[in-house]
């Protein structure tokens, strides 16, 4: 299984930018996927998770400001970022709960390479 992100850049304060996030492999459905972002030297930290069912949750940090979305038909979650802050800056990474599609049928977790977001005046 492997989860693919795209949409990073460098942008100016105020800006904003999509983050899509892919899922493939022997995928039978996917529980949750959240986005996490790192900062050098410092824990991963949770932004925003979405759940099969359409709950979504943010960190205080982006709420009103950022908005997570999925497809669970083609096993895509999206992130939506906008008035972008230079406290932003960081990797951000895709991940995945996911049911795998092959005996033993075991929840698995999965994450991307990670996409850079760099907020600078």
């Known amino acids: 299984v492997q989860l693919a992100e795209s949409g990073g850049g460098s942008v100016h304060p105020g800006e904003s930018l999509r983050l899509s996030c892919s899922a493939s492999?022997?995928?039978?459905?996917?529980?949750?996927m959240d986005w996490y972002r790192q900062v050098a030297g410092k824990q991963r930290e949770l932004v925003a998770g979405t759940s099969e069912d359409g709950n979504v949750r943010y960190a205080d940090s982006v709420k009103g400001r950022f908005t997570i979305s999925r497809d669970n038909a083609k096993k895509e979650v999206f992130l939506q970022m906008t008035d972008l802050k230079p406290e932003d800056t960081a990797v951000y990474f895709c991940?995945?709960?996911?049911?795998?599609?092959?005996?033993?049928?075991?929840?698995?977790?999965?994450w991307g390479q990670g996409t850079l977001v760099n907020v600078s005046s």
């Open positions: 492999g022997w995928i039978i459905s996917i529980r949750k």
């Open positions: 991940n995945a709960d996911y049911l795998e599609m092959r005996p033993p049928y075991r929840y698995l977790e999965a």
